[in-house]
């Protein structure tokens, strides 16, 4: 089993939908949770960290269960630029280095 | 644009041939991370170099190996090139260890291995 887990897709929804990925992880360890987002052959960047009460930035909420070792990535009314991969990252715990889910690929059309 | 920069944009190699990958870090950035992108996959860890010396690895076999130097910038080294290794190669700098929040990535490189 992978230690990060995510359905690639794509999923393809029209502008204006709610979209929601998960990520489960396999490691009990793991200390720290993040969404990334990447655009078609471009570098990632940081979408949000994710903390265990859950967070909200604008259209965007990530939430984390530690019982069932699973996060969410939420994405309210949604844009054409929203059209995306969407990486799932875990670090354990004591140590900065992370591991990535393979992505998955969002696709808003009009 | 993250100031994170890398060299080159593309690259061909063949099999068995080694290649040298650069990387300059965000200014006043003293670790660099390095990561494999195979096409359909999410990043992976290679290792990280924070003030000089590798701190961290990845998966990797030896036939990986890197540098850092005295102002921060980063190499990648790959012997003995095999077909799999065809990927895209981020760099990614950050201060003071790395954590993935703090990390910015560069361009990367794409290399195609034949």
């Known amino acids: 089993r992978k230690e990060v887990e995510q359905d690639p897709g794509p999923f393809n929804v029209p502008e204006g939908a709610t979209v929601a990925f998960n990520c489960t992880y396999s490691?009990?360890?793991?200390?720290?949770f993040f969404w990334y987002r990447q655009d078609c052959r471009k570098e990632p960047k940081l979408l949000m960290s994710?903390?265990?009460s859950g967070n909200e930035d604008g259209r965007f909420t990530a939430q984390l269960n530690r019982a069932s070792q699973y996060i969410s990535l939420l994405i309210r009314d949604s844009k054409l630029s929203d059209s995306a991969t969407y990486l799932c990252?875990?670090?354990?715990?004591?140590?900065?280095?992370?591991?990535f889910g393979r992505g998955t690929s969002l696709i808003v059309h009009p | 644009e993250t100031g994170v920069t890398q060299s080159p944009t593309h690259l061909i190699k063949t099999r068995g041939q080694q290649v040298t990958l650069r990387c300059s870090s965000q200014?006043?950035?003293?670790?660099v991370s390095w990561y494999q992108q195979a096409l359909g996959q999410g990043p992976q860890f290679i290792f990280q170099?924070?003030?000089?010396?590798?701190?961290g690895r990845g998966n990797f076999p030896p036939r990986f190996s890197g540098l850092q130097f005295p102002n921060y910038s980063s190499e990648l080294n790959v012997n003995a090139l095999e077909l799999d290794d065809s990927a895209l190669y981020l760099c990614?700098?950050?201060?003071?260890?790395?954590?993935?929040?703090?990390?910015?990535f560069g361009p990367g490189t794409r290399l195609t291995v034949l």
């Open positions: 990252v875990v670090t354990r715990g004591g140590s900065y280095i992370p591991t």
């Open positions: 994710v903390y265990s």
């Open positions: 990614a700098s950050s201060l003071g260890g790395g954590a993935p929040d703090t990390q910015y």
């Open positions: 200014s006043g950035h003293n670790t």
């Open positions: 490691n009990s360890a793991s200390q720290s």
């Open positions: 170099y924070y003030r000089e010396e590798e701190n």
